[in-house]
């Protein structure tokens, strides 16, 4: 059972130095790998790292291809200018080998999971010799995950995974008593500019987890560029979270007087404290009007847009 620390209780500067003591105290001199993609879990575990361990933490951003767009060159810049080196590691053709056919959505959170833990780290682990992955799994991810809501990828031992027997190396989670209110507060303390820790939340298997259906590179690089208007339309509302979701069945539209067998797009926006409970965001309907008008023009195929009205649960944050 996994003792929550709530955001009101929690005193963030000694949550770091013991955190920091902790991290030190397993790695001892060896090194360890950390997964960065950007958003705030990740970002404010790869400082806690930083501060343990200095140049003994080798930090990654895998480019796998499912990413936002300039998502690599801008989350490498912030922590170049923290003074946090920061590889990027190509990884395309792997995830979308590993994608090709598979249109269950456990059965590609799967194939994502064991891509990235057993392919892409488990290579990482073997030829720096580090023996720890740090990694910023939270409390939610935990909750949904033993719930069977969904199988967030990044939890493990919870469902009785041994990730040193699976992989051959260890996970550490410092922020796994954490929901993302207190996670913000934490990067905040640790000195990451409001751009890292009021970021929206971003899934771990990135845009595949908003592709219904099959996820190839020309579906992906669809829903992209949905996100690049939603989020340029909705940053200004202090919603939660923000996203598009391309479905997979077609609908009937008409372009140029004739019909159109297009491409359907799902808008949500969500209002929450902790990805627990979540309900639409009163987004002005001449806001929705222009949005759906953008990505009408601006996204190949699409033919119609949505917007999500149910409340979590029964809805849930994400679609896959």
């Known amino acids: 059972m996994i003792k929550e ?38 970002s404010v575990v790869t400082m806690l790292g930083h ?14 291809g499912l990413m936002r767009a300039g998502e690599a060159e801008e989350v490498t810049g912030f922590f170049r200018d923290l003074g946090v080196p920061v590889q990027v590691a190509d990884a395309r053709d792997e995830f979308f080998a590993a994608l090709k056919g598979l249109t269950d959505p456990e059965a590609k959170r799967e194939a994502i999971t064991q891509t990235f833990y057993r392919e892409v780290f488990g290579r990482m682990v073997r030829e720096s010799g580090a023996k720890h992955l740090l990694q ?31 992989f051959g190396y260890k ?47 020309e579906r992906v690089e669809k829903i992209r560029l949905a996100t690049q208007v939603v989020e340029a339309k909705l940053g200004g509302y202090g919603a939660f979270q923000y996203l598009a979701i391309l479905h997979e069945d077609r609908v009937t539209g008409m372009r140029d007087g004739r019909r159109d067998f297009g491409l359907q797009i799902e808008v949500r926006c969500w209002d929450s404290l902790d990805a627990r409970t979540a309900t639409p965001t009163r987004v002005p309907f001449e806001v929705l009007e222009q949005m759906a008008q953008e990505i009408v023009d601006g996204v190949p195929g699409v033919v119609s847009v949505t917007y999500n009205i149910a409340c979590k649960p029964p809805s849930t944050i994400e679609a896959v």
């Open 171 to 217: 996970i550490l989670e410092p922020l796994i008593q954490l929901r993302k209110d207190g996670v913000r507060k934490l990067g905040e303390t640790l000195g990451l500019p409001a751009g890292l820790f009021e970021r929206i939340p971003f899934p771990g298997p990135a845009l595949a987890a908003r592709v219904l259906g099959e996820v190839t590179p």
């Open 136 to 166: 910023g799994t939270i409390l939610t991810d935990v909750d949904e995950t033993v719930a069977g809501i969904k199988r967030q990828h990044n939890v493990f031992e919870q469902l009785g995974i041994d990730p040193q027997e699976a």
């Open 5 to 42: 620390i709530a955001a009101q209780q929690l005193d963030t500067e000694r949550f770091i130095a013991e955190k920091v003591e902790e991290i030190r105290g397993v790695v001892g001199d060896g090194m360890a790998i950390n997964a960065l993609s950007g958003g705030v879990d990740s």
């Open 51 to 64: 501060r343990a361990l200095g140049d003994r933490l080798k930090t990654v951003f895998v480019q796998n």
